[in-house]
């Protein structure tokens, strides 16, 4: 998000406990409501009576974006690319790396 609507103003952490998390991410061009959860009981009823383990979503300007498949092999794929030495470096990580710290100070 950081690379799309640009570097980060500010930083609020609403909810911190052990199993999710939310808050609000102002960046130079757009405002986040933002909620992280491993709790499956936060899934919402019908994506979980459809038997799916995750759901990932945004929603821009009230039009729900709903992307929670082909994710599966995500981070094997990552690694292997790294491991050919197409990863991404430290700089291209940086913001994204800043901003989880925040979060979890």
Known sequence: MIWIFGPVKAIEV?????DYAEGYLE???ARVNW???INYDHIPENVRASGKRTYRSLTIENEELEFSE????????SY????KGHGFGIQEARDSI???HAIRK
């Open 14 to 18: 609403k909810t911190h406990q052990e």
């Open 27 to 29: 960046l130079a061009q």
């Open 35 to 37: 909620f992280l959860s």
């Open 70 to 77: 082909g994710f599966t092999d995500l981070h094997t794929l």
């Open 80 to 83: 292997q690319e790294i491991l």
């Open 98 to 100: 800043e901003v989880v």
